[in-house]
């Protein structure tokens, strides 16, 4: 088991640019690819980015690819998001997830742990 805690959310400015990280603790940080996820208000939970656990594979929804970067210091247990270029739609509460699979994977329904979210919000 894995418990995961995310910071870094908060208002910024569309343009502006925020760095989730997200801290684990429990087993071993290496055993799980990383992935985030986002849901706005009235709108399904989605895939954002994920990581392999070694840190040299990564996949991106279209929606961030270009603008956000996913990285994990194992080290540190910590996965990170930076965000740039923010706009008004990636206003979300963005999760935190592990999964044992050893391939990145999008559908959320393939995580196994989850942490309690951070809240994006960006004004346009």
């Known amino acids: 088991q894995v418990q995961l805690v995310e910071s870094g959310g908060g208002s910024v400015q569309a343009g502006g640019s925020l760095r989730l990280s997200c801290a684990a603790s429990?087993?071993?940080?290496?055993?799980?690819?990383m992935g985030w996820f986002r849901q706005a208000p009235e709108k399904e939970r989605e895939f954002v980015a994920a990581i392999l656990r070694s840190g040299d594979i990564m996949h991106y929804a279209d929606s961030v690819s270009g603008r956000f970067t996913i990285s994990r210091d194992n080290a540190k247990n910590t996965v990170y998001l930076q965000m740039n270029s923010l706009k008004f739609e990636d206003t979300a509460v963005y999760y935190c997830?592990?999964?044992?699979?050893?391939?990145?994977?999008?559908?959320?329904?393939?995580?196994?742990?989850w942490g309690q979210g951070t809240q994006v919000t960006v004004s346009s």
């Open positions: 429990g087993r071993t940080f290496t055993t799980y690819t």
């Open positions: 997830a592990a999964t044992y699979s050893s391939v990145t994977v999008a559908r959320s329904s393939q995580y196994n742990f």
